[in-house]
T-cell receptor
């Protein structure tokens, strides 16, 4: 079983819909990251959070440490939001931080 | 805005050949990471540098892969000989320090081994 599980693997929605992507993890973490990867490969960090909720524009990320679960929400989705969204967790061991990544959720927004 | 630079962006090579990738992290970033991402999967750490020292290379296939960061700035990842299973995206990332949280990723090098 992977340490980081994402759902769904693929998501197709109409422009304007409210999007939710889920991430569950099985280890103790220092932080959780949401990342965006566009076709062509480049990865951009969207959020790093260790508790509660963060908002940036139309994106909202929440985390429940007790339940080891996080969600990424996109309001008023737009075709330019089409990308792969990756959840990753930070674990610190021996003074070193390591990221473990989920397999990603491929989001397609249809105009 | 400062970015992580990688070259080449794309590389096609025949199996058994040698291939090398280059990464220039954001200036001042002490920690540099090389990841491999197979299509449909998340990135997997190959090697992590703190300045010029390797701090984690536990997942690096050392019989064919090598990495160096001689002056603690830019880095090179080499594969020799390349195998068909090495076809993947190779991503470089950097961060201010090993526990600073946010990593900044380069555009990646897509390797195809034929």
């Amino acid at each position: 079983k992977n340490e980081v599980e994402q759902s769904p693997q693929n998501l197709t929605a109409q422009e304007g819909e409210f999007i939710t992507i889920n991430c569950s993890y099985s280890v103790g973490i220092s932080a959780l990251h949401w990342l965006q990867q566009h076709p062509g490969g480049g990865i951009v960090s969207l959020f790093m959070l260790s508790s509660g909720k963060k908002k940036h524009g139309r994106l909202i990320a929440t985390i429940n440490i007790q339940e080891k679960h996080s969600s990424l929400h996109i309001t008023a989705s737009h075709p330019r939001d089409s990308a792969v969204y990756i959840c990753a967790v930070s674990v610190i061991y021996f003074g070193n931080e390591k990221l473990t990544f989920g397999t990603g959720t491929r989001l397609t927004i249809i105009p | 805005e400062a970015e992580v630079a990688q070259s080449p962006r794309y590389k096609i090579t025949e199996k058994s050949q040698a291939v090398a990738f280059w990464c220039d992290p954001i200036s001042g970033h002490a920690t540099l990471y090389w990841y491999r991402q197979i299509l449909g999967q998340g990135p997997e750490l190959l090697v992590q540098f703190q300045d010029e020292s390797v701090v984690d290379d536990s997942q690096l296939p050392k019989d064919r892969f090598s990495a160096e960061r001689l002056k603690g700035v830019d880095s090179t990842l080499k594969i020799q000989p390349a195998e068909l299973g090495d076809s993947a995206m190779y991503l470089c990332a950097s961060s201010l320090r090993a526990t600073s949280g946010v990593q900044y990723f380069g555009p990646g090098t897509r390797l195809t081994v034929t």
